[in-house]
């Protein structure tokens, strides 16, 4: 584990939080299901980085060792897989997922768990290996090139939307969308795991 400084994270995980969650921003999501796509990933990826600045930070003036230790002995599988993962899908179900359109307290307590889990997440991150890093960016690029095979599916050929609050060609759009997100990452991601596990 390096301690380089890392007040980058902070400055990028700022920026991609006021990205995602201005006014125009959040005005737009309610209307375009691939730009509400596109923030929920910036809000939690900006939260991420902000985690992991912040588990560095902890690391470094010996606050909290219980988790961070916690982290560490469990690889950052805990509070990366299981709890941020846990966080996000649940919001993504179609009767939570419907209800931050329409409502929105629902859509603040949405917003809030996403930082909720991009915090957890990029805390879990900083106790990973580089094995367990691959494996996790090659694993959420692979499911969202799985739920974008899914959505084609029922959009295009059943013509089914699971989130109705949203036009069905909003929903197909957003398959698509996320086809050409997932798609060179989770090649790339799956070579470098391969190679972090030293079979080639």
């Given at each position: ?8 994270y902070?400055?990028?995980g ?24 596109s ?24 606050y ?25 899908s ?14 929105t ?9 996403f930082i ?9 991150w900083?106790g ?14 692979s499911?969202?090139?799985s ?8 959009g ?16 197909i ?6 086809f ?7 090649t ?13």
């Amino acid at each position: 584990m390096g301690l380089r400084d890392k007040k980058s994270y902070l400055f990028f995980g700022l920026a991609m939080l006021i990205a995602s969650l201005n006014p125009l921003s959040l005005s737009l999501a309610r209307v375009l299901e691939i730009i509400r796509v596109s923030f929920d990933m910036t809000t939690v990826w900006g939260a991420g980085l902000l985690g992991i600045w912040l588990a560095d930070e902890l690391f470094r003036k010996g606050y909290v060792k219980r988790l961070l230790e916690f982290n560490f002995t469990t690889r950052g599988l805990v509070l990366g897989w299981g709890i941020a993962g846990s966080i996000v899908s649940y919001w993504y179900f179609p009767g939570p997922f419907d209800l931050s359109v329409i409502l929105t307290t629902a859509r603040i307590l949405q917003l809030s768990m996403f930082i909720v889990a991009g915090l957890m997440g990029g805390i879990g991150w900083y106790g990973m290996t580089n094995v367990w890093k691959s494996i996790t960016i090659f694993a959420i690029f692979s499911m969202m090139a799985s739920m974008a095979e899914i959505f084609l599916e029922l959009g295009a050929y059943y013509q089914t939307n699971l989130y109705p609050v949203y036009p069905t060609s909003q929903f197909i759009d957003t398959a698509y969308f996320l086809f050409a997100m997932a798609f060179i990452p989770s090649t790339f991601y799956m070579v470098k795991w391969l190679k972090d596990l030293n079979l080639f």
